[in-house]
């Protein structure tokens, strides 16, 4: 417990002091984003808080890595090199997403960096999927099968988190609230290291919500984004794969793939929708739009912080209706975790047509 506490108490302290100093900074230096048409902010923001983001994870995870548990880390992850090729492969996106956030980057370019990274990530580190743990009647997957999925999932995670920082404090509250939740269950499951990487993480992040909260005075850009997304699909796939066989209590009786993506939904959900809705217009699915769910709620009247706070409860409502479906067939709860979640999803916008067809005056 003292772990988590101080992992977390540090990584969000040195965002709370440190943000002021590269908020100036940046300002000095010009590195920030101009308004335009397809933008929400007005004003021009600072793009670089990813950086502090980085730091201090990182720091706070360097800083209070739990050694005497390393044993049990090296039979989780299978070998001592896991743990460096993770660290490395942060590194090398968090400068990617640095590149980007300064001069740009070709989104060919971008999807390539993250095939490789993702690749380290799997084959060399092993950080990869072995089985849908009789998900629709699935279980242990062929090697290639594995290789496919497990980079499949981690280059989705990671763009769907680029994909949401749309809106002030988007990204930075959903990652909070998916580090938090990953949290929680590996502290249940007595896994300090990994516990210890959610609680740095989401210490930052929370600690940077303060700034990047609706107004706010830096964006993460992708230097951040893409560095929570790297994690966070660690975090998922490690969850996934964690051995629960022989432990009690009511976590034990979740559906493991279920839990996972229920904690994702949204931005996995905003994610698969956007792409097939550019997919049916015929646009490439990198194309900057205004057709993301944010966009759409702030369209339906919602404020920015309306949309942020909207998001945010609807999000840890799936994680506890996952938590409530512990006990039904895991295919049937993933099912109607997807109902609900499109239910949720095309409301505002039913309402709003039934609103506009009430509201309109009769012309004989």
């Not at 440190?18 to 308004?35: G, S, Y």
């Not at 660290?87 to 370019?109: H, N, R, S, W, Y």
């Not at 699935?138 to 995670?157: D, G, H, M, N, R």
Request: aromatic letters at 12%; one cysteine or more.
């Amino acid at each position: 417990m003292e772990t988590v506490i101080l992992s977390f108490v540090t990584s969000f302290v040195v965002v709370l002091f440190a943000t002021p100093p590269l908020i100036t900074v940046a300002k000095m230096k010009n590195l920030i984003d101009e308004p335009n048409d397809r933008k929400l902010h007005k004003s021009s923001i600072p793009t670089i808080g990813g950086i502090i983001i980085f730091a201090a994870a990182l720091f706070a995870f360097a800083l209070w890595f739990p050694a005497d548990s390393l044993e049990s880390y090296q039979n989780l992850l299978k070998s001592t090199n896991d743990l460096k090729y993770t660290v490395a492969t942060v590194i090398l996106l968090f400068f990617i997403g640095i590149k980007d956030d300064i001069i740009g980057t070709a989104p060919m370019k971008k999807l390539i960096a993250h095939v490789i990274v993702g690749l380290v990530l799997v084959l060399m580190a092993n950080v990869r999927l072995t089985s849908m743990y009789g998900l629709f009647g699935i279980y242990t997957l062929p090697e290639w099968a594995s290789i496919f999925l497990s980079l499949f999932t981690y280059i989705v995670i990671v763009n769907a988190f680029n994909l949401i920082d749309g809106v002030d404090g988007l990204a930075a509250g959903v990652g909070f609230i998916v580090c938090f939740s990953f949290g929680i269950w590996f502290f249940l499951v007595g896994e300090p290291v990994l516990t210890a990487l959610s609680f740095s993480l989401g210490g930052a992040l929370l600690g940077f919500l303060i700034f990047n909260f609706y107004p706010a005075k830096i964006f993460m850009g992708d230097s951040g984004s893409l560095t929570i997304g790297l994690i966070v699909s660690i975090l998922a796939i490690k969850l996934i794969e964690y051995d629960i066989s022989g432990m009690e209590g009511t976590f034990v009786q979740i559906s493991k793939p279920v839990f996972a993506i229920s904690v994702l939904i949204y931005p996995l959900f905003d994610t698969l929708r956007i792409f097939i809705y550019r997919a049916m217009n015929g646009t490439s699915p990198f194309a900057a739009d205004k057709n993301h769910i944010h966009h759409r709620l702030i369209a339906n009247g919602l404020t920015q912080r309306q949309t942020t706070l909207t998001i945010y409860i609807v999000n840890v409502f799936l994680i506890f209706l996952a938590i409530l479906f512990a006990g039904l067939d895991q295919s049937m709860a993933l099912v109607l975790l997807g109902l609900v979640s499109a239910g949720l999803v095309f409301l505002p916008g039913l309402l709003k047509r039934r609103h506009y067809r009430v509201g309109k005056p009769h012309v004989s």
